[in-house]
């Protein structure tokens, strides 16, 4: 079973540019968190999204945005780059919402490093 | 993050010896608790969890134990090899995220 996939792994973008992000979950599996990993802040949520719905919120500004498609793959935006959105950010695949059975099991991608300059 | 404590934040262990890790959580509605670890260059990688009907689970050289009354989790690692040095995270769930630990690096020396 394939696990979860992140695409690209590294990005270089520039201060005010944008930049997308994609995830495949693990086959099966339709719950898809983003967490953000600096090593000042720690891993911290984003948000999470099931059945194409964003189901929970972290507190990021609004330029962290995402989405999710019927194949449950899904993809973040960060508009407007700050040289303080220099992170890891991880994808997070969950056989069911936490926000409906919160003991669900959360499995990681191996992250996309995304560096502004 | 602010709501789960993980202490210590650097653990050296000479190989073959034992390491523990603990960790603190705020809201006494949490009912999973989920340690990774994450080596270099790489995600986290889920090792073990446990929830909160259980107070310890073990699985093969690691164990977790969960004390519900005094909020707080341990992870065990006994017979340590040069393979377990790594970062390891605890986490709690919380408010429907997991809310993650600041971290444990912890150095297995041969």
């Known amino acids: 079973k394939a696990g979860v996939t992140q695409t690209p792994r590294y990005l270089i973008k520039t201060r005010g540019q944008q930049v997308t992000l994609s995830c495949s979950p693990i086959?099966?599996?339709?719950?898809v968190s983003w967490y953000q990993q600096t090593p000042g802040q720690g891993l911290q949520f984003l948000f999470e999204?099931?059945?194409?719905?964003?189901?929970n919120k972290g507190n990021f500004p609004g330029r962290f945005s995402g989405r999710q498609f019927s194949n449950s793959r899904s993809e973040m935006n960060v508009s407007t780059l700050e040289l303080g959105d220099s992170a890891l950010y991880l994808c997070?695949?969950?056989?069911?919402?936490?926000?409906?059975?919160?003991?669900?099991?959360?499995?990681f991608g191996q992250g996309t490093r995304l560096t502004v300059v | 993050g602010e709501n789960v404590e993980q202490h210590p934040s650097t653990l050296s262990v000479q190989e073959g010896d034992s390491a523990v890790i603990k960790c603190t959580y705020s809201?006494?509605?949490?009912?999973?608790f989920p340690w990774y670890k994450q080596e270099l260059g790489k995600g986290p990688q889920l090792i073990i969890d446990?929830?909160?009907?259980?107070g310890e689970k073990k699985d093969q050289r690691i164990a977790v134990t969960l004390n519900k009354t005094a909020k707080h989790f341990s992870l065990h690692i006994t017979e340590t090899q040069p393979e377990d040095s790594a970062v390891y995270f605890c986490?709690?769930?919380?408010?429907?995220?997991?809310?993650f630990g600041a971290g444990t690096t912890v150095t297995v020396r041969a």
């Open positions: 809201d006494s509605a949490s009912n999973y």
């Open positions: 997070a695949s969950s056989p069911r919402p936490r926000g409906l059975e919160d003991n669900t099991e959360a499995f």
């Open positions: 999204y099931f059945s194409e719905t964003q189901r």
């Open positions: 446990i929830r909160s009907n259980v």
């Open positions: 086959s099966g599996h339709r719950s």
């Open positions: 986490a709690a769930s919380i408010d429907y995220k997991l809310s």
